[in-house]
């Protein structure tokens, strides 16, 4: 299975949706909404912003490791 380094990021906040690079060498914890200016933070029990918000989850989920 290929990794997928790409996701789309929705704003609770304001709705922005925004398709965003994941890193591959480190969780990405804050993320600020182009739009409305609010930092998403990952939800509780989330490694990171595109786990919480993404339509993809981060590269070391998909490959079944532990995030960070």
């Known amino acids: 299975m290929e990794t997928i380094l790409k996701s789309e ?3 609770p906040d304001c709705g ?3 398709v965003e ?3 591959t060498n ?3 914890f804050f993320y600020e909404c182009e739009n409305c200016k609010t930092v998403l ?3 509780e029990g989330d490694c990171c912003v595109f786990c ?3 339509t993809i989850a981060c590269p070391p ?3 079944g490791n ?3």
Do not use: F, L, R, W
């Open 9 to 11: 990021i929705t704003c």
């Open 16 to 18: 922005h949706k925004k």
């Open 21 to 23: 690079d994941m890193p």
């Open 26 to 28: 480190a969780c990405q």
């Open 41 to 43: 933070k990952p939800n």
């Open 52 to 54: 919480s918000y993404g």
């Open 61 to 63: 989920i998909q490959e």
């Open 66 to 68: 532990s995030c960070c």
